[in-house]
């Protein structure tokens, strides 16, 4: 199912990963090892709940292949025509609940 939805995510998106915390805040992964993956973006402001139930505005979404690796909240992306990092807030894994559902990855981004 996952192949459906491959021909949409078409826009690069840069990521560095949350990797801890430590007595100076958070810890991601190096500008240098930034991760490109490919995505489709929405941009709009929504309300949505953190991961800590907490609402916030998220100002894009971003969904991607269903295979990507976690992008935990609280990691930093770039977006296209962007060279500043925005913080991913939510994310969520859409397995679809029923027959031939296309499974996609999402992340809402602040």
Known sequence: MTNLLEIFFTRPLL???LIGTGP???KHV????AETVKCRLRHE????????GEEVVSRSQASMSVDIVTIPP???VQVP???GWR???????HVGGFDQS??????EIA
Not at 30 to 33: G, I, L, P, T, V
Not at 87 to 93: F, K, N, V, Y
Not at 102 to 107: G, R, T, V
């Open 30 to 33: 190096d500008e240098s090892s």
């Open 24 to 26: 100076y805040g958070a």
């Open 15 to 17: 990521v560095r990963r």
């Open 45 to 52: 402001n929504r309300l949505v709940r953190d991961s800590t």
């Open 102 to 107: 296309p499974d996609y990855y999402s992340i």
């Open 74 to 76: 609280g990691s930093l």
């Open 81 to 83: 025509g962007e060279s």
């Open 87 to 93: 913080t991913t807030i939510a994310e969520d894994r």
